[in-house]
């Protein structure tokens, strides 16, 4: 995370930027952001143009006082395009917005009163990761540390259980894949479910199985 923290003068809160980013500093996404230096002129604004910046990036606006009237807002609007990114004033909340696309864009905020900014970038995640290993990316698996396969102490057959592949599957039933539960195994399931002892002992039930992937493919 990059952090700027913008203060024109001791006990002043206010800052204002504005001017595009050289294009020499353009080196890496996000960090064009650090590469202002600050206006003196006093103003609730803040106005970043031209910032080259990767989809999935996160640009979060935080403001002191918190008390802002609610019309504060912010906006990156795509330079080519026009297409805009709006985000209307939830105070106290800081207002965050998500880059759509790689491209070039102008950020705008605006308050309607005196404050004190902070701007963060968050890089995008990370989508090629697969953490725990069981073949679902982090960017859409839902259980952290899954271990495969299931053991469950006294295993019914006509249960569910996930074998080291991520499939599971149950005698005269429909094989399922850890794709389909957003890579969470049959203990996980049924842990998240707060299914049971039962559950734990002989296997994931067909009918909780469907009800989990139903719910989690919505
Ligand atoms: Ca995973
Ligand atoms: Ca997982």
Not at 199 to 209: I, T, V
């Amino acid at each position: 995370m990059r952090r700027l923290l913008f203060l024109v003068g001791a006990g002043l809160l206010v800052a204002t930027f504005s001017g595009p980013v050289a294009a020499a500093e353009r080196t890496e996404h996000c960090a064009g952001l650090e590469s202002f230096s600050s206006s003196a002129a006093p103003s609730p604004s803040l106005s970043l143009d031209d910032l080259d910046l990767a989809a999935g990036e996160r640009i979060r606006i935080e403001f002191t006082p918190w008390d802002v009237p609610a019309s504060a807002w912010l906006a990156l609007t795509h330079t080519g395009t026009g297409v805009f990114e709006f985000v209307a004033g939830s105070a106290p909340g800081p207002l965050e917005v998500t880059v759509p696309a790689t491209g070039r864009y102008d950020l705008d905020f605006h308050a309607d009163a005196l404050v004190l900014l902070t701007v963060t970038c968050d890089a995008a995640p990370d989508t090629d990761t697969d953490t725990d290993g069981d073949g679902i990316l982090d960017a859409v698996d839902l259980c952290a540390d899954t271990v495969l396969p299931d053991v469950f102490p006294k295993y019914d057959a006509k249960r569910y259980k996930a074998d080291t592949a991520g499939e599971l599957t149950a005698r005269k039933s429909p094989t399922y894949t850890l794709a389909d539960t957003g890579g969470c195994s049959a203990t996980q399931i049924i842990n998240a479910m707060n299914l049971g002892s039962g559950h734990l002992k002989y296997g994931l039930s067909r009918s909780a199985l469907e009800q989990w992937i139903a719910s989690v493919g919505s």
